[in-house]
């Protein structure tokens, strides 16, 4: 083989070689695109099943277990070439071909069963309302959609046979929260006795003008101990004494079903009885409460939405402009996370050849 010839080949095998590695370059793409579009199909699957129970439709959800990707290149060379004596009668030729190849692996889980039943239908954990609101959302917010009833104080239901406006006393109540809440003036301790984990509600013992009065209030209308900074906390309807805050939860189920109901379904659906009428909004001091959520329905896909899903005819949408519907859907997704109590089940075991 000639000299020239055999340098040409000697450049392209180390060429190859060079670029033999591709793994580490596809790892921030890949993770990119993968987390985004799992937070859209999440986002989407949440959505469409709270217009779903709008209509009396059965939810359905599907978590993913596991996503596995394996990226590969393959190439080949070929060299060809005469060469005579003569330097005008010698002749060399290259050839090169390549392949890239991306065989993603999507391993989904169907939510059924009795893993089904402990995350939709099992409610609230009472320590997870106060893990909350130590962390910072509004107590407003958080006790108009995780819970029924405080001490017997009820809050608006707006789904089914139990569809109802909530007590007088209960705005007052978490208004007066809220407050408390935003001067610091609030705490959690968590007491253990055995196996038995307990959570108390704490007000500080440092005077404060500026909210002492927003804390006799709340122990007024609770039926507490004017003089008591600590107070358990417990699942149920009616506290034992006056040392006790009783919070009757929702399950994560009820929190959807509930705030189905502030779906605006197109009028021609309600009238052929395909959904129920949307609950008119409660009057407190003269001025209707917002809603939680804006859940806007269209006959065409919105162009600016933070989600959107069809159904039937129509498209459901929240629109990317509306914050706090933003914040608060984001906030039920969480709340659908951290209260999963099924067992949890390792990914499968995929072996992923090399090669």
């Not at 890949?30 to 699957?45: C, E, G, H, N």
């Not at 959800?61 to 996503?67: E, G, K, R, T």
């Not at 071909?97 to 991306?102: I, K, M, P």
């Not at 052929?272 to 009428?277: C, E, Y």
């Amino acid at each position: 083989m000639p000299w020239k010839m055999l340098q040409l080949v000697i450049l392209i095998l180390t060429g190859l070689s060079g670029c033999a590695s591709i793994g580490p370059g596809t790892v921030t793409r890949d993770r990119f695109d993968y987390v985004t579009a799992i937070s859209d199909s999440w986002k989407a699957q949440m959505l469409f099943n709270l217009v779903k129970l709008r209509y009396g439709d059965a939810p359905v959800f599907l978590d993913i277990a596991s996503v596995i990707t394996q990226t590969g290149v393959q190439g080949t060379v070929g060299v060809s070439g005469s060469w005579w004596q003569n330097p005008f009668s010698s002749f060399a030729g290259v050839t090169a071909a390549g392949t890239y190849g991306e065989k993603p692996t999507v391993t989904y889980a169907p939510l059924s069963g009795e893993k089904f039943a402990r995350s939709l239908m099992t409610p609230i954990p009472p320590a997870a309302i106060l893990s909350f609101l130590q962390a910072g959302y509004p107590a407003d917010v958080v006790l108009r959609l995780a819970v029924h009833a405080v001490n017997g104080i009820h809050s608006r239901y707006g789904y089914g046979a139990r569809a109802r406006d909530a007590d007088p006393e209960f705005y007052v109540l978490i208004a007066k929260l809220r407050s408390i809440q935003e001067s610091g003036e609030i705490g959690l301790r968590v007491t253990k006795t055995g196996n038995q984990t307990g959570s108390v509600l704490v007000f500080s013992k440092k005077p404060n003008p500026a909210v002492e009065a927003d804390r006799a209030t709340v122990r007024k209308l609770l039926g507490l101990d004017p003089q008591a900074h600590e107070f358990n906390v417990v699942y149920g309807s009616v506290a034992a004494n006056d040392h006790e805050i009783a919070l009757l939860t929702r399950s994560v189920l009820e929190v959807l079903t509930d705030l189905s109901s502030y779906i605006d379904a197109p009028a021609a659906n309600v009238e052929q009885k395909r959904t129920f009428p949307s609950p008119a909004p409660e009057i407190v001091n003269g001025a209707p409460v917002p809603a939680l959520i804006r859940i806007l329905s269209s006959s065409q896909k919105p162009d600016d939405a933070f989600a959107a899903v069809p159904y039937g005819k129509d498209w459901y949408w929240i629109d990317d402009k509306d914050f706090a519907s933003k914040r608060l859907f984001s906030f039920i997704m969480f709340l659908f996370t951290l209260t999963d109590t099924g067992d949890k089940q390792g990914a499968p075991i995929i072996t992923v050849p090399v090669g």
